[in-house]
């Protein structure tokens, strides 16, 4: 299936769709609601909005899914600090995951997110991963 979909354009009560399959329990459908909302990041809409749905997606196992939640934190951080402060305690986990790349992923986009309250967390999972190489 062609990702041109993503990039269409929006339709009335699109937000509101977009919430609801973010919290949908179905992990498919959940994914390709991150993907719309990235695709309207890319070319300029504002989805900032949607930052505390986006954010409830983190807890996951499924990586790409982690990595456009990531890309979308990395986005929207430094006009939603405050919100963004939801998000430690999954970087803090993400960085003891088993798995290196994980651990990476979440100490790089801590370290990508210009927000004084995620830098002051980022120091302790920094020297954690720094040990493990």
């Known amino acids: ?14 937000i509101h769709e977009l919430k ?4 949908s329990l179905d992990r498919p459908k959940k994914k390709e609601a991150v993907k719309k909302v990235i695709a309207a990041m890319t070319v300029g809409k504002d989805v900032s909005m949607l930052f505390p749905h ?20 990395i986005n929207y951080a430094k006009t939603q600090p405050d919100l963004a402060i939801m998000a430690v305690n999954t970087f803090v986990k993400d960085s003891q ?6 651990r990476a992923l ?8 210009r927000v004084d309250k ?3 967390y980022l120091c302790d999972p920094l020297q954690r991963c720094l040990k493990a190489s």
């Open 1 to 14: 299936m062609a990702d041109g979909k993503y990039f269409a354009t929006t339709k009335k009560g699109e």
């Open 20 to 23: 609801e399959e973010l919290a």
């Open 54 to 73: 986006v954010v409830n997606c983190m807890q996951t196992d499924d990586l790409e899914l982690k990595k456009l939640v990531y890309l979308y934190l």
């Open 97 to 102: 995951d088993p798995n290196p790349l994980i």
């Open 106 to 113: 979440a100490v790089r986009t801590m370290g990508c997110i």
């Open 118 to 120: 995620i830098t002051e």
